[in-house]
Structures are given as structure tokens and as C-alpha cells.
T-cell receptor, first 114, second 113 residues
Framework: SQKIEQNSEALNIQEGKTATLTCNYT??????LQWYRQDPGRGPVFLLL?????KEKRKERLKVTFDTTLKQSLFHITASQPADSATYLC?????????????FGKGTTLSVSS | SAVISQKPSRDICQRGTSLTIQCQVD?????MFWYRQQPGQSLTLIAT?????????ESGFVIDKFPISRPNLTFSTLTVSNMSPEDSSIYLC??????????FGSGTQLSVL
């Protein structure tokens, strides 16, 4: 069956450290993989997208990798800050058409302590 | 990008009643989606609502329970009918703008007693 798994429900780190979140999937062949941030009481907000032929994507303190052989994406936040505390969701885009519905993982809740 | 207003933000309802959730977008969009997010679970797609056609429902969701309207390119409603405590969840409206990413409303926190 098809599955998306985010390695842990919760991750606690110290301010200034790098947070690494994992997303694994089975029985999908996504053309794109996306990461979203969700704060309590809010809808998810798009962060980064990476294509199947890209190994790595960066945006400011964020870095995403995508290994289609391992069927895994890693999401890194460097120099983490308490404001980075939120739930991070990975999402698969399994189609060739832009703007279609995504399939989401359960998310990992990151807590950054000062 | 798209800005989405979703109402109500939260509600507490009695078993057996219905609630209609509204989703207003600040621009015309073709694709609108309704998701459910149960506690500790991933976002689950309920249906895709395209203007001018019937909504397409995902497995496990039926029109009688979750009727959807899409009267124009900026507005949609989702009704949760004949509610039971199992329907307690966050309901999210989402749109695609022709790019790959989706934009979400703030969600409706529904509690059914």
C-alpha cells in the first residue's frame, strides 16, 4: 500500500543547532516533493518544492534533499530559532498537472528551545 | 499567491445537525480542494471542487455526507451533514493557482458533542 512516513512525531533541539526532519514514502513515484509549515490554528504554508531530478534545494536557512532511490527527503533548518517551532509536513505531488491535490505526511512537530 | 478566508474558524455542534463551511479566495482559481485533518493524522483529501462541475470525492467520502458547492471561481462551501462525534476535526480549504504549491485557509475547528 502507499505510505508517507515522517520519521518522528516530535523533535526537540536547542537554539542554534540544525534540525533534520525525514520523509519516507513507499509505492509512490512523485515528480515533486514539497514541504509545508503549519502553526497551531493555522493552515499549512508552503516552504519549498524539489523536483525528482534535483538532489538539493536551498532557501535561506532551509535545505531540502530528495533521493528517489532511497525514496526519501530530508529537510534541514540550520541555525534554528525558537520561531522555527512548528509542525512541518512533507507532501507528494504524484501527477504531471500543476495545481492538483497533494498527499501529505502526518508531520513532525519541531520545538526549538532557547 | 492566493489569500483564502475560511469561515467559521471554529464551531461546536450537536450530534445530528449540519454545518456549512465557507471558503472565499481573493482571486479566480480553477482547482479548490477540501481536506480534513484529524488529531494526530495527516491531511486527508475529501474532494476536489471545480467550478461548473460536480465535485470529485475521494474514497471513503460521499456526497450525501459532505455536499460541496462551487458556484464561481472564487467561492466554495463544504457541508458536514448529520454530524457525529467522529466528524470532530479540522476542515481545510485549499486552492491551486497553476503552480505546484497549494494555498490553505486557516481551517475550521469542528467539535461535535
Amino acid at each position: 500500500s502507499q505510505k508517507i512516513e515522517q520519521n518522528s512525531e516530535a523533535l526537540n533541539i536547542q537554539e542554534g543547532k540544525t534540525a533534520t526532519l525525514t520523509c519516507n514514502y513507499t509505492n509512490y513515484s512523485p515528480a515533486y516533493l514539497q514541504w509545508y509549515r503549519q502553526d497551531p490554528g493555522r493552515g499549512p504554508v508552503f516552504l519549498l518544492l524539489i523536483r525528482e531530478n534535483e538532489k538539493e534545494k536551498r532557501k535561506e536557512r532551509l535545505k531540502v534533499t530528495f533521493d528517489t532511490t532511497l525514496k526519501q527527503s530530508l529537510f534541514h533548518i540550520t541555525a534554528s530559532q525558537p520561531a522555527d517551532s512548528a509542525t512541518y509536513l512533507c507532501a507528494l505531488d504524484n501527477t504531471n498537472q500543476a495545481g492538483t491535490a497533494l498527499i501529505f505526511g502526518k508531520g513532525t512537530t519541531l520545538s526549538v528551545s532557547s | 499567491s492566493a489569500v483564502i478566508s475560511q469561515k467559521p474558524s471554529r464551531d461546536i455542534c450537536q450530534r445530528g445537525t449540519s454545518l456549512t463551511i465557507q471558503c472565499q479566495v481573493d482571486s479566480q482559481v480553477t482547482m479548490m480542494f477540501w481536506y480534513r485533518q484529524q488529531p494526530g493524522q495527516s491531511l486527508t483529501l475529501i474532494a476536489t471542487a471545480n467550478q461548473g462541475s460536480e465535485a470529485t470525492y475521494e474514497s471513503g467520502f460521499v456526497i450525501d455526507k459532505f455536499p460541496i458547492s462551487r458556484p464561481n471561481l472564487t467561492f466554495s462551501t463544504l457541508t458536514v451533514s448529520n454530524m457525529s462525534p467522529e466528524d470532530s476535526s479540522i476542515y481545510l480549504c485549499s486552492v491551486g493557482t497553476g503552480r505546484r504549491e497549494l494555498f490553505f485557509g486557516s481551517g475550521t475547528q469542528l467539535s461535535v458533542l
